[in-house]
């Protein structure tokens, strides 16, 4: 499996962004789908997840405006991102894993594949 993450940019806070990972490869069906981010000298960190079955996972610095979600004919998930603030400026990754299970975890470790990262920035 191969992910492509683009759509970040530069943007005011309280702006808005859509991301979006195509993935490629044998299936897309069966896969948790996450996004993590990471900021210069921090360690990469959860921002949101979407299990097999579609349950959703948010972290609460993003909880209530972000929303993750998937179009399965089109192997591609998105990441909606309003109101936005300046802390949310980061590297963002988009990350797969083909699992049975109905959840998804919100640690780098578990997934298997990555992709090459969008860069996301929110002026103040």
């Known amino acids: 499996v191969q992910l492509q993450a683009y759509g970040g940019g530069l943007v005011q806070a309280g702006g808005s962004l859509r991301l979006s990972c195509a993935a490629s490869?044998?299936?897309?069906?069966?896969?948790?789908m996450a996004w993590f981010r990471q900021a210069p000298g921090k360690e990469r960190e959860f921002v949101t997840a979407?299990?097999?079955?579609?349950?959703?996972y948010y972290d609460d610095s993003v909880n209530g405006r972000f929303t993750i979600s998937r179009d399965a004919a089109k192997s591609t998930v998105y990441l909606q991102m309003n109101s936005l603030k300046p802390e949310d400026t980061a590297v963002y990754y988009c990350?797969?894993?083909?699992?049975?299970?109905?959840?998804?975890?919100?640690?780098?470790?578990?997934?298997?594949?990555w992709g090459q990262g969008t860069q996301v920035t929110v002026s103040s």
């Open positions: 979407l299990s097999r079955t579609d349950s959703t």
């Open positions: 490869g044998p299936t897309f069906s069966g896969f948790a």
């Open positions: 990350a797969a894993k083909s699992s049975l299970s109905s959840i998804a975890r919100n640690f780098p470790s578990w997934y298997d594949y």
